[in-house]
């Protein structure tokens, strides 16, 4: 009985360890990005020995997993069938607009740091590739129900195209100092233009 305990409890040691170390990766990324993160810093600020990270991680990959499946339980994404039931196309992607902007907000810190490190990491390129498709999907769902052909349908592709761009969010939000409401109807009013 005492043998099975102790294993009970070097198992919770271990995983209360992993969190540890699961939790001091997201903060770091979160204050200074992914790349710009080593493992010494993460051992440290999870109180453990570098050996210890690798114990538990023993590359980017597992590690970078690990961040990313937390923070996107505790951040998830806007869900487009939210929206995607909306027939007016304008009100959807305003709908829209003003949840992926609140959501832009809220991440702010995060994302920024994760798109700076993407285009210089292979690991995290494959692992952000799930979410290429959900903007896909996010497009293709605002896309709909404008009739808009030839021309007008791509020039309206790439004003709803660069409505959902995080950047396009902070230029209007951070940098010119409108609210997701508004910033959500100044591409509306784009989108109805084209």
């Known amino acids: 009985m005492t043998r099975k305990y102790e294993l009970k ?3 919770l040691s271990q995983a209360e360890t992993r ?5 001091a990766t997201v903060e770091l990324h979160r204050e200074l990005g992914p790349l710009r993160t080593s ?9 453990v020995q570098r050996l210890t990270v690798y114990r538990h991680f023993p590359d980017d990959r597992a590690l ?5 499946s937390q923070w996107r339980a505790a951040h998830p994404m806007p869900d487009p069938s ?9 009100e959807r992607l ?8 609140a959501w832009f907000a809220s991440t702010e810190e995060m994302t920024a740091n994760v798109l700076r490190d993407i285009p ?3 690991v995290m390129q494959e692992l952000t590739a799930p979410l290429r498709q959900y903007w896909q999907t996010v ?10 052909r030839g021309e007008r349908a791509e020039r309206l592709r790439a004003v709803i195209g660069h409505a959902l761009e995080f950047g396009t969010w902070r230029s209007l939000a951070r940098t010119h100092g409108l609210d997701d409401g508004e910033a959500a109807e100044l591409m509306v009013r784009l989108a109805r233009v084209v």
């Open 82 to 90: 939210a929206w995607s039931g909306v027939e007016d196309p304008a």
């Open 9 to 11: 409890q070097r198992a």
């Open 120 to 122: 210089e990491s292979p």
């Open 39 to 47: 493992i010494s810093a993460i051992a440290e600020r999870a109180g």
């Open 64 to 68: 970078f997993g690990a961040c990313s």
């Open 19 to 23: 969190q540890r170390i699961v939790d």
């Open 94 to 101: 305003r709908l829209a607009l003003v949840e992926i902007y």
């Open 139 to 148: 497009q293709a769902v605002l896309e709909r129900g404008w009739e808009a």
